[in-house]
């Protein structure tokens, strides 16, 4: 393929076209399997594509898209929520949410619910949950 | 010792290999029974919904009883360490409530909202064959078509099994077929009966499927030949016969993908590849990739070149005889004559039910940047947003992160973040993935520059075998 410029890629017209008819008059003088199969690896090998040289994606562009991150006010708050939640991406949150976040993080922390696997369970319930399995 | 007794050798311990495979998690004697009470996730998400218009896919049973050489859907269940050994089916209770519109479980009722409410076709026969034995001993899928058909809910079939032909299956088909929601993709690949005994193993004949087709063309049914794989070397031979045989079944379209073979090959796919390599005339791993190009990454496709012969051939056939051309094949995809790979036609007055699959993918637009291209001369360009912008509710839902194969090995926070249309944008935009349209349609589409958001634009490509082809005569413009 001939690089024409940023707005057009033009295969190169007589290669393509010289390949076929050759591979065609191979064929056409036998019929084996074989020959056939060793004239397309021959002749009918792909070309690689033009490099690309115009604007990318940025990186940042594509963090946006695909990352979220929380605001967190204290190095305390981060703390806390680093016990409870696996620290990878997270989105720009309204400091308002952020404060119901973190008072669900407190009542856990003092034992009036239980974070387990992403979900939250009232202390209560759970422990009559689990008093309920043992007694069977 | 000669090809034939090689050929005959692989052929065996393909078909011992596979009995292995389905004696896994089953009694030796009733292999084919399901006993398992877990239930498979089906229906899914198809993977490749960046250019599939039925990206609602389902199989019925995991594994499937036929074995055919060059099943891709053995070749994905067999390399999945987290594939169970046991057969297992989905919960038809659910899906029938679901179907029609109660409340079931978080899954079918998400299916619901995006794809049964609006009637979207269901494919059913992705990786598993409907029809196949373990349909003939359970008869546990007869009451989910019988649904199917109670609510008229357009439905593709992909099969090649020989249960459709027992008179319950039958009979209930004749009993919709005034409906015309049922539409069926009868898989054949090879003219021969004796060839396709050779690489189908415990399929029905190529003749018997034949018959399937025409009773169930006769019956009014749209009814489509899948010629996929087209293995050169094999579909090849007497593909005029084949095509012509299809065409007087009743066949309405031609769905045309050629074989791929992948470099991450099993010890049970290598002995598949033998046998495929004796039939053709060559070995087939160094061949594929010898002429597959290397932006597609490590499932080989081979080129344009190679196929552009056949795809001719199929593609003047469809335009003589007035039949439905369709390429599933990233080659020459931009030639499809409707937007549905599958050959589901687009604007059908006589199959209504059956216009209803998504326009939101890249075969659509690719198609008609193709047309635009031979009808006006006009090069389009297609961006990320022109493709999704009206994409079903699922492609932005995070609950089907899960099902699709690329969030596979992605820490738990970053896979349940995920969904179907970050990861399609992302392959949109980054030229390392075969995936990128670039790569995949290989030179095609070609990037341009970039959006105000950042996302890669893409231009048609008009590419020297279309002047060829124009010079003979052939329309483009279909």
């Known amino acids: 393929m001939k690089n024409t410029g940023i707005l057009g890629f033009v295969s190169d017209i007589s290669l393509e076209a010289r390949k076929l008819k050759r591979f065609k008059r191979i064929v056409a003088r036998s019929s084996s399997n074989i020959k056939k199969r060793q004239a397309e690896r021959g002749l009918l090998k792909p070309a690689p594509l033009p490099i690309y040289t115009g604007n990318l994606p940025s990186i940042n562009a594509e963090m946006l898209k695909k990352s979220i991150k929380f605001i967190f ?19 720009d949150q309204n400091v308002t949410q952020m404060d119901l976040v973190m008072d669900l993080l407190e009542k856990t922390e003092k034992g009036k619910f239980v974070l387990e696997k992403g979900k939250v369970f009232c202390a209560k319930c759970k422990l009559k949950k689990l008093k309920r399995i043992k007694s069977g | 010792m000669d090809n034939i007794q090689r050929i005959k050798k ?19 004697k009733n292999y084919l029974e399901v006993r398992s009470l877990k239930f498979t996730r089906n229906p899914r998400l198809s993977s490749e919904y960046t250019d599939c ?55 079918h009722d998400l299916f619901y909202k995006y794809f049964y409410k609006d009637r979207h076709i269901l494919h059913w026969g992705g990786l598993t064959d409907p029809f196949c034995y373990y349909e003939k001993v359970n008869k546990r899928a007869f009451p989910l078509i019988k649904a199917l058909g109670e609510f008229s809910y357009p439905t593709l079939f992909s099969f090649k099994g020989s249960t459709i032909f027992d008179d319950k299956y039958l009979s209930l088909f ?67 016969i084949l095509l012509e045989r299809a065409r007087d079944a009743g066949a309405r379209s031609v769905s045309v993908e050629f074989f791929a073979a992948d470099v991450r090959t099993s010890r049970a796919m290598k002995l598949r ?3 495929l390599g004796e039939i053709i005339g060559t070995d087939l791993l160094p061949y ?28 003047k056939f469809c335009v003589d005889n007035d039949i439905i051309f369709a390429c599933s094949d990233p080659d020459f995809k931009e030639l499809n004559m409707t937007g549905c790979c599958c050959g589901l036609p687009e604007n059908s007055e006589e199959y209504p039910l059956l216009n209803n699959w998504t326009r939101s993918q890249i075969t659509w637009h690719l198609k008609e940047l193709r047309r635009e291209y031979h009808r006006t001369g006009k090069r389009g360009v297609l961006t990320f947003d022109k493709v999704y912008k009206d994409a079903s509710g699922y492609f932005n839902d995070t609950y089907f992160s899960d099902d699709h194969v690329k969030t596979v090995g992605m820490c738990n926070v970053d896979r349940k973040r995920q969904t179907f249309g970050n990861m399609a944008r992302m392959e949109w935009n980054n030229f390392r993935t075969p995936g990128n349209p670039r790569n995949y349609f290989h030179g095609k589409l070609m ?32």
């Open chain 2, 174 to 240: 004749e009993k919709y077929s005034k409906q015309k929601n049922f539409a069926f993709q009868i898989s054949i690949v090879s003219n021969s009966d004796k060839m396709a005994r050779l690489i189908e193993i415990k399929v029905p004949s190529t003749t018997r499927r034949f018959e399937a087709m025409k009773i169930l063309s006769n019956m009014g049914y749209f009814t489509s030949l899948r010629l996929r794989p087209f293995i050169i070397g094999i579909t090849d031979k007497d593909l005029d």
């Open chain 2, 447 to 478: 990037p341009v520059g970039l959006t105000a958001e950042k996302d890669i634009i893409y231009k048609y490509n008009p590419q020297e075998w279309e002047d060829r082809w124009k010079k003979e005569g052939i329309d483009l413009g279909k």
């Open chain 2, 273 to 275: 590849y033998k046998l």
């Open chain 1, 73 to 91: 006010r204290t190095d305390k708050e981060f703390a806390l929520f680093k016990k409870y939640f696996y620290v990878g991406t997270y989105v």
């Open chain 2, 288 to 315: 594929f990739h010898d002429l597959s190009p290397s932006e597609r990454g490590g499932y080989l496709r081979l080129n344009r070149l190679v196929k552009e012969s056949y795809v001719k051939k199929i593609y």
């Open chain 2, 53 to 107: 218009a039925l990206p609602l896919t389902f199989d019925f049973y995991s594994k499937c009883s036929m074995s055919c050489v060059y099943c891709f859907g053995y070749y994905f269940k067999s390399s999945n360490p987290s594939f169970s050994p046991e057969v297992r089916i989905p919960d038809v209770k659910k899906m029938i409530l679901s179907l029609e519109g109660k409340k079931s479980n978080r899954r």
């Open chain 2, 10 to 28: 692989y052929r065996k311990n393909i078909a011992e290999d596979y009995k292995k495979f389905l004696l896994e998690g089953a009694e030796d």
